[in-house]
Nanobody, 121 residues
Framework: VQLQASGGGLVQAGGSLRLSCVAS????????IAWFRQGPGKEREFLAR????????YYADSVKGRFTISRDIAKNTVYLQMNSLKPEDTAVYYC???????????????WGQGTQVTVSS
């Protein structure tokens, strides 16, 4: 599976961004797609995941209510809609995929290249 993340940028606090993760290489019907982020000097943090076939979602408490993960099966794309952004959301955001379901980064074998999100105060 190859993953291509995009959509990052610079936004003011309170603003919104939508990240995209385009998947290719194999059918995703048995896969889970997740978003993680890694801020400066921090460990990689799980944000949200979605089961490709059923669309079931799960969120980290830190982003629940502000971030929404979704998928477009026809476009082989997973989105992360981020609202009410805060300066502490500044990080490199990664999408990841695996046939397992996990909230840990070592539970995912396939990773996108990351996209930078910077939230100014």
């Amino acid at each position: 599976v190859q993953l291509q993340a995009s959509g990052g940028g610079l936004v003011q606090a309170g603003g919104s961004l939508r990240l995209s993760c385009v998947a290719s290489g194999r059918t995703l019907s048995s896969y889970t797609i997740a978003w993680f982020r890694q801020g400066p000097g921090k460990e990689r943090e799980f944000l949200a995941r979605i089961n490709w076939s059923g669309g079931r979602t799960y969120y980290a408490d830190s982003v629940k209510g502000r971030f929404t993960i979704s998928r477009d099966i026809a476009k082989n794309t997973v989105y992360l809609q981020m609202n009410s952004l805060k300066p502490e959301d500044t990080a490199v955001y990664y999408c990841a995929a695996d046939s397992r379901t996990s909230t840990f980064s070592n539970g995912y074998d396939y990773w996108g290249q990351g996209t930078q999100v910077t939230v100014s105060s």
